[in-house]
Nanobody
Framework: VQLQASGGGLVQAGGSLRLSCAAS????????MGWFRQAPGKERAFAAV????????YYADSVKGRFTISRDSAKNTVYLQMNSLKPEDTAVYYC????????????????WGQGTQVTVSS
């Protein structure tokens, strides 16, 4: 199983980025997909999750209204559209695949991507 995250970069506060995560080696439609982030010196934190069907999404309060998670089953890819970025959004962003009930805890996810760096300057 491989989850390949991309799309990170350096952006000014108020700007936007779209992250992508391409999945291979698993039946994509069987997994809900999540995005987590880890800032320097902090624990990995939940950002967003989308159900296997795409019919349900859930966001951390810190990103609600600014970030949008979506998935394209034809491309086995999950996206995270990030708008109105703030310096506190600076982190390495990871995508993850999990099964069963949608959960926000990292321990409930089976597979992880390698991470992509997002840096927001003030």
């Amino acid at each position: 199983v491989q989850l390949q995250a991309s799309g990170g970069g350096l952006v000014q506060a108020g700007g936007s980025l779209r992250l992508s995560c391409a999945a291979s080696g698993l039946t994509f439609s069987n997994y809900h997909m999540g995005w987590f982030r880890q800032a320097p010196g902090k624990e990995r934190a939940f950002a967003a999750v989308i159900s296997w069907s795409g019919g349900a999404t859930y966001y951390a309060d810190s990103v609600k209204g600014r970030f949008t998670i979506s998935r394209d089953s034809a491309k086995n890819t999950v996206y995270l559209q990030m708008n109105s970025l703030k310096p506190e959004d600076t982190a390495v962003y990871y995508c993850a695949a999990g099964r069963g009930v949608l959960r926000t805890g990292p321990a409930y996810y089976d597979y992880w991507g390698q991470g992509t760096q997002v840096t927001v300057s003030s």
